[in-house]
C-alpha cells in the first residue's frame, strides 16, 4: 500500500480512488513551527487547511480546495519515556515505522487495526481499530497530543493539560485543529498467539458471545454467498516465538491472499456471475493454522487488492443480529459481492466522536473492489446498519449527517461546541464537515 500523492495537474486522490480534490497548494512543513506559519498564513489569504495522510480514508475528510498539509517531514520518536510508559510520536510517522521501531525498543503498543500504512494522526483522528475485548482503538491508548489551532498556536493537551479538548482531539476528524504529535501509552513487547480456522456462519453467529468472551481479540469474516467464515483468536503467549514460516508466509498471506484474491476480483468484475462460485472456492483457501509472534506481526497484514469500504459500529449485543440481517439481505437479492464481510469488537472508550463512546461495539465492514459499483450494496447495507442505531466509521463511506450523529452520540454537543471555540471561522472547514458535523 502506497501513500497517495498528486499527479501532475495538482490533483490529490484517496487511496481507494473514489475521492479527488484539486487544492489551491501544498505544504510540507519541516516543523512544527512552518506548519503554524502555514496554518496562519492560509487564514490570512482566505483559504481553508486540511491535513492529509497516506489517503486511506474513503471519506472526502481531508479533501480540500484551500491548502493540503502534508505531515511526511514531521516523522519519527521523539521520547520514549520508559517510567510513564509512554512514546511520543510526530504526527506524520507511518504506524508501520513506529511499530517496527517500538519492537527494536523492546516495546509495543497494546492493540492495532490489521494495517498500518496510515500516519498515526491520520489513523486517530478518524477511529482507526483492531479488535479487542478489553483494548481499544488506537486513539484510547493516546496519553496527550499537541494540536495546532486556528490561530497558529500550538496546545499541548492531556488529561491534565486541557482536558475537554484532549477527550475529544484524540478522534478529532481534523475538524479541531492539525495534529503535530502524539503521545502513547506503550508496555514491554509481548508474543501473541493467533489461532486461524474455518468456521461455519450459524457457528460463529451462535457462540459469538462465548468467542468473543474467552479471546483477547477475536475477528472473522464471512464471505458473501456462502454460510462460511475465516476466525483469528490472538491471545498472549509464554512463548516460544514460532512464527509464519517464510515461505508459507508467502503462499498463504501473498499468492492466495493478495494475488490469488486479485485475480478472482478481476474475473468477478468481468463476469459477476461467477462471484458466488468464487465465493465458495475463496472461502475453503485458507487452511487453519496457529503461529506465535510479536504484536505488530501478528495484528496486521499486506493488503495490497484496493477497495472501497463502508464500515459501522453497533452495540456489541446487536452483532449478531445485524449479521444475520445482512447475510438475510445478501441472500435474498441479485447482489454480487466478491469481498468479505469483516467483523471485530472494541470496548467502551471516553473519547468524545469515538465509534466505540460509551457502549460496547461490534463492527461490521462490508468492501467492494475498486472501480465495481458499491452504492446499491452499500446502501442496503447502511439501512441495516442504522436501524440498529450504528456509528459509521469517520474514515469510510456513508451517508449519515449531523442531524444522525447527535441522535446516536450523546456528546456529540460538547465536541461541536468545543469547535465553535477552537475554530469559530471554520478555517478547518471542509464539506464533508459540514456534513456530519452541520456548518
Excluded at 483457501?285 to 501478528?298: F, G, H
Aim: aromatic share 8%; charged share 25%; with cysteine.
Amino acid at each position: 500500500m502506497s501513500s497517495t500523492a498528486s499527479g501532475k495537474n495538482g490533483t490529490w486522490r484517496n487511496w481507494g480512488g473514489n475521492v479527488s480534490a484539486r487544492p489551491a497548494r501544498e505544504v510540507t512543513p519541516a516543523s512544527v513551527e512552518e506548519l503554524a506559519d502555514a496554518v496562519r498564513k492560509a487564514a490570512e489569504d482566505g483559504l481553508k487547511v486540511k491535513a492529509v495522510g497516506t489517503g486511506h480514508s474513503f471519506t472526502s475528510i481531508a479533501a480540500t480546495d484551500g491548502v493540503l498539509i502534508r505531515p511526511q517531514l514531521l516523522t519519527g520518536i521523539r521520547n520514549i519515556d520508559r517510567n510513564a510508559m509512554t512514546v511520543t510520536v510526530e504526527a506524520g510517522t507511518p504506524l508501520k515505522r513506529l511499530n517496527m521501531a517500538l519492537a527494536r525498543e523492546g516495546l509495543s503498543l497494546t492493540n492495532m487495526g490489521d494495517i498500518m500504512e496510515q500516519t498515526v494522526s491520520g489513523a486517530t483522528s478518524t477511529g482507526t481499530h483492531g479488535t479487542g475485548r478489553d483494548s481499544g482503538s488506537i486513539a484510547a491508548q493516546i496519553k496527550g497530543l499537541e494540536l495546532v489551532t486556528a490561530d497558529g498556536s500550538v496546545l499541548a493537551c492531556s488529561e491534565k493539560e486541557n482536558p475537554e479538548v484532549f477527550a475529544a482531539a484524540r478522534t478529532g476528524l481534523g475538524a479541531l485543529g492539525i495534529v503535530t504529535a502524539i503521545t502513547f501509552a506503550v508496555e514491554p513487547l509481548f508474543l501473541l498467539t493467533a489461532r486461524e480456522e474455518p468456521m461455519t456462519f450459524d457457528r460463529v453467529t451462535r457462540d459469538f458471545d462465548e468467542l468473543w468472551a474467552e479471546n483477547e481479540h477475536f475477528e472473522f469474516y464471512w464471505f458473501p454467498h456462502t454460510g462460511n467464515t475465516n476466525t483469528k483468536r490472538n491471545n498472549r503467549s509464554a512463548g516460544p516465538e514460532r512464527p509464519v514460516g517464510q515461505l508459507k508466509a508467502w503462499f498463504e498471506d501473498e499468492f492466495l491472499s493478495n494475488g490469488v484474491f486479485q485475480a478472482a476480483q478481476w474475473v468477478g468484475r468481468a463476469v459477476p456471475a461467477t462471484i458466488p462460485a468464487i465465493a465458495q472456492i475463496s472461502s475453503r483457501a485458507l487452511s487453519a493454522r496457529t503461529y506465535t509472534d510479536i504484536p505488530y506481526k501478528v495484528f496486521t497484514s499486506p493488503r495490497r487488492v484496493r477497495f472501497v469500504e463502508m464500515e459501522y459500529a453497533v452495540p456489541r449485543a446487536a452483532a449478531v443480529e445485524t449479521l444475520r440481517e445482512l447475510k438475510a439481505m445478501v441472500d435474498r437479492s441479485d447482489l454480487k459481492v466478491s469481498f468479505p464481510v469483516e467483523v471485530r469488537t472494541a470496548p467502551a472508550d471516553d473519547i468524545t466522536l469515538s465509534t466505540a463512546s460509551g457502549r460496547d461495539s461490534a463492527y461490521i465492514a462490508v468492501h467492494m473492489a475498486k472501480g465495481t459499483p458499491y452504492q446499491r450494496y452499500f446502501t442496503a447495507a447502511e439501512r441495516i446498519f442504522t436501524a440498529h442505531e450504528g456509528r459509521p466509521h469517520w474514515g469510510k463511506v456513508h451517508t449519515r449527517d449531523a442531524d444522525y450523529f447527535a441522535g446516536v452520540y450523546p456528546r456529540f454537543g460538547e465536541f461541536t461546541a468545543l469547535r465553535d471555540r477552537l475554530d469559530p471561522d471554520r478555517l478547518f472547514q471542509n464539506d464533508y464537515l459540514r456534513r456530519v458535523l452541520g456548518a
